[in-house]
């Protein structure tokens, strides 16, 4: 009796340690509060049969960061599976303390990836990337439907292949040619997430790019055969169009307040302050800032998700709770992909009308469409 007395006191206290360093963190901090409504509104998210979701992040930085690409599983309870590629298993000696580096392919539910404030994979997980992504960028799902368990089940042994590689210091395997690590240019989220499609599900015709000879050594030649977030999304959409699947978009928008800056970097910046860039394909909007997308292949892809969303999900700035957006405007794909064509043909500016941002205001050559995927944007 005086033992379970004991544990349920020690479980007591515990609840009331948490509860205290929750209210001790604000909203949008680590240890913080989770948005009010987050299992209201994934229960009524997964009323929908999707199979799976490829999550794709925004780049934060102010020119050439092309995001993050990871990838959600369901499963049979009530959240799904993220799969996403750790950008600190790189076996850096900076990055063996401090860091989370047990597993080059990290497995988290979903709510934690997007809205968490805690992480499961413990203290050395980083905010903002491996948990809470929310609070420091926005994030566009594309839900698949269709797809048989086995083609899930398949990704699923993938994922733990590469973690068994990179535990296993493998190099030279049938889908990446050098060192299992993750590596910014070779062996990053694009690779990781293309490869598993490409050798574990059979997707044998999903173009994946190894690594040039010798660009280890010489940094454009990396950057030539590197696998990019959003080329490799439109590459998926395509091949999943092909297998008779259909596909809705989610938009997860940034929480645009959050003041927290990660303490690894430096100079830190708070998350409110940093951009939220839709991630480009390889074009010449690689290196624009957040709204100022010119480029066709770009914009086409921007227009293509917005014609394909369903639905958007935003923290509301005065109660704090998660409010589902529908969207009703949604296209079947072939008339998406016609019609994202024409307007992305439509406002697209050629290489010769690409001069200097002041130049190009003062000639009246301003970008017709800043956010053209965000349909919860005024239009212009």
Sequence with gaps: MRLAQALRRIVWLAAALAHALAAAAGFAEPGGPLPGRLDTVFEQLRADPYAMELLISFGTSKGGSAGH?????REGGDDDTVYSANFYADRDPQHAQGFYTRELMVAVPKKEYLYGTRSSLGETAAFGLDFG???????IGIRVYGPPPAELDALRRFFGRINDDYQAQASGTDYHRGEISYDYMNLNCAKTIGAAFKHGAGYGTLLVYDPMPLSWLLPPLAAASANIPAEMAQ??????????????????????????????DEPRRGFDTLPDRFPSVLSLDFRADEGEYEDEENLYLMHLLRHLSRYALRIDAGTR?????????????????????DEARQQSKGVLRRLPVGVRDAAGLVAAASHPYDFTAPRP
Excluded: I, N
């Excluded at 992504?133 to 994030?139: A, D, L, Q």
């Excluded at 709770?321 to 992909?337: C, E, F, G, K, T």
């Design 235 to 264: 590459k998926l959409v395509e091949q999943w169009h092909a297998r008779g699947y259909t596909m809705d978009v989610v938009l997860y928008k940034k929480w645009p307040h959050s003041a927290w800056s990660d303490p690894h």
């Design 133 to 139: 992504e929310v609070y420091k960028r926005s994030v």
């Design 321 to 341: 709770d998660l409010q589902l957006l529908s969207h009703d405007a949604r296209l079947p794909y072939a008339d998406a992909v016609a019609q994202a064509r």
């Design 69 to 73: 690409l990871a990838l959600a599983l």
